[in-house]
Structures are given as C-alpha cells and as structure tokens.
C-alpha cells in the first residue's frame, strides 16, 4: 500500500571510481554529434514521437558562503515525429527563494545539409510567479519539426539543504543518456533511496577533501548513470507517475558540526505539525479567533445545533469565496484580506473556513495531504515538499466530516476527487495522527431502460437515470457551464446515432442528493433485424465497453480514488410472435472481502425481458498483487456484457 515499496536503500559506501566522476559535462552545449541530427527513428522504440538523447545533472553543496547548492543541468532531446512536438515547450518551477541563472535554450534543424542552430532569446523565455512560493520558467523552442534537437540549461541555487536534490531518470518518452552526480560536504548525512527499475543504473561513490570558510573535512561524491531506459508506460488508474519513475532520493538525517556533536534528524510528522503550528502561514492564521468574529456572529445567529452552524458557515465560504486554481498549503496573504478580495487559493479558503469554524464553537483542525497528481504521502519519510494541499476536519456528535471549500457545487462532507488520495495527516495541537481521505463518497449511475423493438429495425426508449455523489457533482458543473438547454442537446451527440425527447432533469437546485435524468429516445443503431431475428445489446446503447486492464502483467498498485458503482435495469418488450432465444446468462462474480463484484440476472415476466446488472468497486487501493484478480473480474464482466439478446420469430403452423 506503500508508493515506494519498491525503493532501495543503498549503503553509502560505493564503488570508487575517480576517472568517471572526474570526467566534465557528458555534452557541449551546441556541439550536437550529426548521427543524432540525422536520427529520423529510434529503432528500439519505433513508435516514440521523441527521445531523450542526455539528461545531466551536477548537484553541489558548499560552505563558502553559508550552505549553498549549485544545480546544473542540461538536456538534449531530439523531436522524432508531431506527437514529440509537445517537448517543444518546457516549464522549470523553482522555489522564490532559489535563484535561477545561465539558463539558455536553442533549436538545432538541418537545413541544406547542414546544421542550423536558432538561438532563444532570454528576452522570449518568460518568468512567471505560478504560486504563492512558486516561479516557473516558461521556454517555447523556436522552429521546432520533425528531426529537430533541443536542448537547454540552467543552473539552480538554493540554500535548502534539509531536501536536497531529487533526480529522475524516466520520462514518458525513451532516455539514451541520464547521468545525475551530487556532492555534498560529510557534515550533512543523507540516507540515500532508488526507486523503480535499480538494477537498470550504475553507481559509484568517491570521496574528497575540501577546505572551505576555514572549515575543512569530507566531500562525498556520488554518479548514477541510466542507459537506454525505454519509455515510461503510464496506466490507467495511476494518477502520478512520478512516484514510479526510476530516480534518487535524498532524506537528510544527522547534521554533523565541524567544532564537534550532531543532531540527529527524524523527520516526523508529529514534527511537521508543529513547525506548521508555528507558521505565519498556516498555524497563526488558524488561531485568531478575532479575525471573523463579527461575521460568525451574524451568519450563525438563530442557528442552535453544531451541525446547522457548521452548514451555514460552508455555504458561506462556498458562494462568498472564489477559488485561484492554485493547489497550496500555505496561504498567500492574510486570510482577512482574501475574505474582502473573496479570492485565494486552496489555503486561504480552507484554512480560513477552519478559523470561521472554530470562532463558531466547532471542533476544527487542519488535514495536510498530497493530490492525486502529486502522488501519495510516504508514511515513513515526513517531506514537506511531497504535501501540497490542506482541508479542513471538523468534529460533531462524534462523527468527523472532510470539508474543502474550492468548488461551488461539493456539497457538504465530500471532498473533490482530486484529495481522494488515500491518508493524510491531521495536524493538531499535541501532533496529530493519519486519517482517511473520504468520507461517503461514490462515483454512482444507476440506469433504467425500458426498450421496444420495432419493426423499421428501431428501438423506442424509455429511460431514467440517477446520478449520486460525484456522478451528480460532474452532472452539475456540466449543466452550471453548458447551460441546462445545451446539456440536454448534447444527449443525442453523447450516446450516437438516437433521437430523444421529452427531456426533464431533477435535482438542480440542490447540492445534496440524487440528479435524474429522464427522456424519451429512438435509437437508430444497435439493432440487427431479419425476416426471422432481432438481434441487439443493450449496454452498447449507453457505453462503449472496454477494459482498462488488458496488459497480463502491472507494475504498479491501481488507484480508483472513490468506489463506484453502476446499475442497468433493462425492460425488454418481446414483440408479439416472438421469443427470447438467446440472452445474458446470470452471473455472480466477487472478490475476496467483497472488494469488487459483477452481478447480473435475466428473467423473462409476461413478455417483458428484464436484466438486472450491478458492477461495484469498493476498495479504492490495489496492489499490484492483487492486479490479476481485479483483471479478470473485468475480463469476464465485459464478456457478459458483450452477450448479444436473440428474439426469434415463433413458427407458425398450419
């Protein structure tokens, strides 16, 4: 259940080897051998749009001028085919407290036989501030085609030494070269983990002496070179790719001083909750109780229960604040001067809903976590930087309720599916413990159809539809940005070739509880007719069957983020004079601790052919060990789906 199950820890003590580690830069900027500007296929990987011809990196640490690590890095990447064109435009976030200098990018096309190398301005590179703590470095390539190489490099300062350098050797698209070497004085003890594919990099290790700020001692130097590595094949249900990636990692551990001692360091979240306490960013925002004291007083007034105080402040947060988009966990202003702008990001709004929470008599505490996109928090390694998102908790009767405040249409105690993301840490005053991320939430359609055949090889419908929990949340925002005329409309575009009518929806002027749908169609497709048969499958009206798990082997763990479920009832009139011939067979399959399950029924009463079909997934986490069992529950459901339903004329004797 742990991401980085699969990392190794590596001794610290390596292979020596002085005359790689002493060997400069593996590339020259601008120097590009013609057998890569020639390269119009990757022969291992025909199919790849682009390749990584180098990617290098120095990371140095040193004491000249307080602790300072140097970060050079430079990459080459050649553009096989359009799909590659997309490697054309590179983003490079940095912290706003580093420093981002000689960076450089250029293009480099053959022209008439000979090389072309178009140079990118620094003036067209643009900086932007992408976050409160954030700047991106925005590169466009200019003239990039089909047989183009880029490249570009930057070098990063920063004074972060508790998280030193992370390296990635894998992309999605194939990697020829990857060399990434650190250095770093032996005052600063690093445990040092690989992730993914170990047995595909070369190590080795080598030491120094150094004198510096009229300190001296040990500087260890390390190398890992990756060579031929295919491409990263992503998979569905793996909402972050990067906690697989093949890399390095650094956890800092003991800090040495050079007068003698140490301190150990056990990054802990009990740890983290405290420094986050303490922060002007976080904790005292959280704790002035004075801030919203006049607004909690009039939203709350004449609301006597907890509960009916807690919904109204989540209202109020809902329609009084706007959300930025931005993803954070610190906020990015005062919290009383994003209420007055009624913006902010994720932070300003949620931490300021456990502020208004607590001044109304609730029992509110913050939750940090880890997006889907971000990956899963480590429950070993406490890292700051692998946690990007904060909620809010809150306690009533004795139930806990996940609370965010960033979309408009989340009704009360459910959370966006992008913070379903396994655990997170609830931050408290005497350290905090690990919860679940969820609360009651589902992604759940339940389907009733009822369908005539006709004789002009038509099917009239009658159908009915109930969404719940992300289902109608999804229905919601679609209806809210489209427009319930337009989404209405767009039926008979989203299930193909079928005329509908009659069109109502229920359940728009609620957040909570069920949104139906219901209509009348003529369905112009799916029916096979002759003299004699009918011939049609019922599923294929609403879904184009396909299974996300057709590899016979997965590396990695499946992540659903919330259970779904899915319900058909189909109502299958049997035209006069005929019969049911063939027809679903039922079916009962379930995973052990009732993780997964397919059920399905056939019944025929007065005429009426009737198929009952449940599909439920209520385990959120597979393991990669568990892969083959959730594969063929798939497998053998789409098998069952696909069956086809035969009416067959009764003879008729004379």
Same mark, same amino acid.
């Given at each position: 259940?742990?991401?980085?199950?699969?990392?190794?820890?590596?001794?610290?003590?390596?292979?020596?080897?002085? +005359?790689?580690?002493?060997?400069?830069?593996?590339?020259?900027?601008?120097?590009?051998?013609?057998?890569?500007?020639?390269?119009?296929?990757?022969?291992?990987?025909?199919?790849?749009?682009?390749?990584?011809?180098?990617?290098?990196?120095?990371?140095?640490?040193?004491?000249?001028?307080?602790?300072?690590?140097?970060?050079?890095?430079?990459?080459?990447?050649?553009?096989?085919?359009?799909?590659?064109?997309?490697? *054309?435009?590179?983003?490079?976030?940095?912290?706003?407290?580093?420093?981002?200098?000689?960076?450089?990018?250029?293009?480099?096309?053959? &022209?008439?036989?000979?090389? #072309?190398?178009?140079?990118?301005?620094?003036?067209?590179?643009?900086?932007?501030?992408?976050?409160?703590?954030?700047?991106?470095?925005?590169?466009?390539?200019?003239?990039?085609?089909?047989?183009?190489?880029?490249?570009?490099?930057?070098?990063? /300062?920063?004074?972060?030494?508790?998280?030193? #350098?992370?390296?990635?050797?894998?992309?999605?698209?194939?990697?020829?070269?990857?060399?990434?070497?650190?250095?770093?004085?032996?005052?600063? &003890?690093?445990?040092?983990?690989?992730? *993914?594919?170990?047995?595909?990099?070369?190590?080795?290790?080598?030491?120094?002496?150094?004198?510096?700020?009229?300190?001296?001692?040990?500087?260890?130097?390390?190398?890992?070179?990756?060579?031929?590595?295919?491409?990263?094949?992503?998979?569905?249900?793996?909402?972050?790719?990067?906690?697989?990636?093949?890399? #390095?990692?650094?956890?800092?551990?003991?800090?040495?001083? @050079?007068?003698?001692?140490?301190?150990?360091?056990?990054?802990?979240?009990?740890?983290?909750?405290?420094?986050?306490?303490?922060?002007?960013?976080?904790?005292?925002?959280?704790?002035?109780?004075?801030?919203?004291?006049?607004?909690?007083?009039?939203?709350?007034?004449?609301?006597?229960?907890?509960? +009916?105080?807690?919904?109204? /402040?989540?209202?109020?947060?809902?329609?009084?604040?706007?959300?930025?988009?931005?993803?954070?966990?610190?906020?990015?202003?005062?919290?009383?001067?994003?209420?007055?702008?009624?913006?902010?990001?994720?932070?300003?709004?949620?931490?300021?809903?456990?502020?208004?929470?607590?001044?109304?008599?609730?029992?509110?505490?913050?939750?940090?976590?880890?997006?889907?996109?971000?990956?899963?928090?480590?429950?070993?390694?406490?890292?700051?930087?692998?946690?990007?998102?904060?909620?809010?908790?809150?306690?009533?009767?004795?139930?806990?309720?996940?609370?965010? *405040?960033?979309?408009?249409?989340?009704?009360?105690?459910?959370?966006?599916?992008?913070?379903?993301?396994?655990?997170?840490?609830?931050?408290?005053?005497?350290?905090?413990?690990?919860?679940?991320?969820?609360?009651?939430? /589902?992604?759940?359609?339940?389907?009733?159809?009822?369908?005539?055949?006709?004789?002009?090889?038509?099917?009239?419908?009658?159908?009915?539809?109930? %969404?719940?929990?992300?289902?109608?949340?999804?229905?919601?925002?679609?209806?809210?940005?489209?427009?319930?005329?337009? %989404?209405?409309?767009?039926?008979?575009?989203?299930?193909?070739?079928?005329?509908?009518?009659?069109?109502?929806?229920?359940?728009?002027?609620?957040?909570?509880?069920?949104?139906?749908?219901?209509?009348?169609?003529?369905?112009?497709?799916?029916?096979?007719?002759?003299?004699?048969?009918?011939?049609?499958?019922?599923?294929?009206?609403?879904?184009?069957?396909?299974? @996300?798990?057709?590899?016979?082997?997965?590396?990695?763990?499946?992540?659903?983020?919330?259970?779904?479920? +899915?319900?058909?009832?189909?109502?299958?009139?049997?035209?006069?004079?005929?019969?049911?011939?063939?027809?679903?067979?039922?079916?009962?399959?379930?995973?052990?601790?009732?993780?997964?399950?397919?059920?399905?029924?056939?019944?025929?009463?007065?005429?009426?052919?009737?198929?009952?079909?449940?599909?439920?997934?209520?385990?959120?986490?597979?393991?990669?060990?568990?892969?083959?069992?959730?594969?063929?529950?798939?497998?053998?459901?789409?098998?069952?789906?696909?069956?086809?339903?035969?009416?067959?004329?009764?003879? #008729?004797?004379?």
């Amino acid at each position: 259940m742990i991401l980085r199950n699969a990392y190794l820890f590596i001794p610290i003590l390596l292979l020596m080897h002085d +005359e790689i580690l002493g060997q400069p830069s593996p590339i020259t900027f601008g120097v590009i051998p013609r057998p890569d500007l020639e390269m119009t296929v990757y022969e291992p990987d025909k199919d790849a749009g682009a390749v990584v011809l180098c990617d290098y990196c120095k990371a140095e640490m040193s004491l000249n001028n307080g602790v300072k690590t140097s970060i050079k890095r430079h990459v080459r990447i050649k553009i096989l085919k359009k799909s590659g064109y997309d490697y *054309g435009n590179v983003e490079i976030p940095y912290s706003t407290y580093d420093d981002l200098i000689n960076y450089k990018a250029s293009t480099c096309n053959i &022209e008439n036989g000979e090389p #072309v190398e178009t140079v990118l301005p620094k003036k067209q590179m643009i900086r932007e501030k992408t976050s409160a703590y954030t700047n991106t470095l925005k590169i466009a390539f200019p003239q990039v085609r089909e047989g183009s190489v880029i490249e570009y490099q930057y070098e990063l /300062i920063t004074s972060d030494y508790f998280e030193f #350098v992370p390296w990635t050797f894998e992309f999605t698209i194939p990697t020829i070269y990857s060399e990434f070497r650190a250095s770093y004085p032996a005052y600063f &003890e690093y445990k040092i983990t690989l992730s *993914g594919e170990q047995q595909k990099i070369s190590r080795h290790y080598k030491s120094e002496r150094f004198s510096a700020a009229g300190m001296s001692g040990t500087q260890h130097e390390y190398q890992w070179i990756a060579r031929d590595l295919p491409a990263f094949e992503e998979e569905p249900y793996l909402p972050n790719i990067q906690d697989y990636l093949t890399g #390095v990692r650094f956890e800092l551990s003991a800090i040495y001083y @050079p007068g003698g001692g140490s301190y150990e360091v056990s990054p802990t979240y009990e740890k983290i909750s405290e420094r986050l306490m303490e922060d002007e960013e976080f904790g005292v925002p959280i704790n002035h109780a004075m801030t919203f004291s006049k607004v909690i007083k009039t939203l709350i007034s004449g609301k006597n229960s907890q509960m +009916e105080k807690a919904l109204t /402040i989540y209202d109020h947060i809902k329609t009084h604040m706007h959300w930025n988009d931005e993803e954070e966990l610190y906020v990015s202003k005062p919290i009383k001067r994003s209420y007055n702008e009624q913006y902010g990001n994720s932070a300003d709004i949620n931490l300021m809903m456990i502020n208004m929470m607590r001044a109304a008599g609730i029992q509110a505490d913050p939750v940090i976590l880890s997006t889907r996109e971000n990956g899963i928090m480590n429950p070993v390694v406490a890292l700051l930087r692998n946690i990007n998102y904060v909620i809010c908790a809150i306690q009533i009767d004795g139930n806990q309720y996940l609370l965010d *405040g960033t979309d408009p249409v989340n009704p009360f105690g459910s959370l966006p599916l992008r913070c379903m993301n396994f655990r997170g840490w609830k931050v408290t005053s005497n350290g905090g413990k690990w919860i679940e991320l969820r609360n009651n939430e /589902i992604n759940s359609v339940s389907t009733t159809c009822s369908l005539s055949p006709s004789d002009d090889g038509t099917m009239s419908a009658e159908v009915k539809i109930r %969404y719940d929990s992300y289902s109608a949340q999804n229905a919601r925002k679609a209806i809210r940005l489209y427009g319930e005329d337009d %989404y209405k409309e767009d039926l008979s575009y989203r299930w193909g070739n079928i005329d509908v009518s009659t069109v109502s929806i229920s359940g728009t002027d609620s957040l909570d509880g069920s949104l139906g749908l219901r209509f009348n169609a003529v369905i112009h497709h799916n029916l096979l007719k002759d003299s004699n048969l009918i011939i049609f499958n019922p599923y294929e009206i609403f879904e184009n069957p396909s299974n @996300p798990f057709i590899k016979e082997h997965r590396d990695y763990p499946v992540n659903f983020g919330c259970p779904i479920r +899915e319900e058909y009832t189909f109502y299958i009139e049997v035209p006069e004079g005929y019969s049911v011939d063939e027809s679903p067979k039922k079916v009962q399959l379930i995973l052990p601790n009732k993780d997964a399950s397919f059920m399905q029924s056939t019944t025929v009463q007065n005429n009426i052919l009737v198929i009952n079909a449940r599909f439920s997934i209520q385990k959120t986490f597979f393991s990669k060990d568990e892969y083959e069992s959730l594969r063929q529950l798939y497998l053998i459901m789409l098998r069952k789906k696909a069956e086809m339903i035969v009416l067959r004329k009764n003879l #008729v004797i004379s």
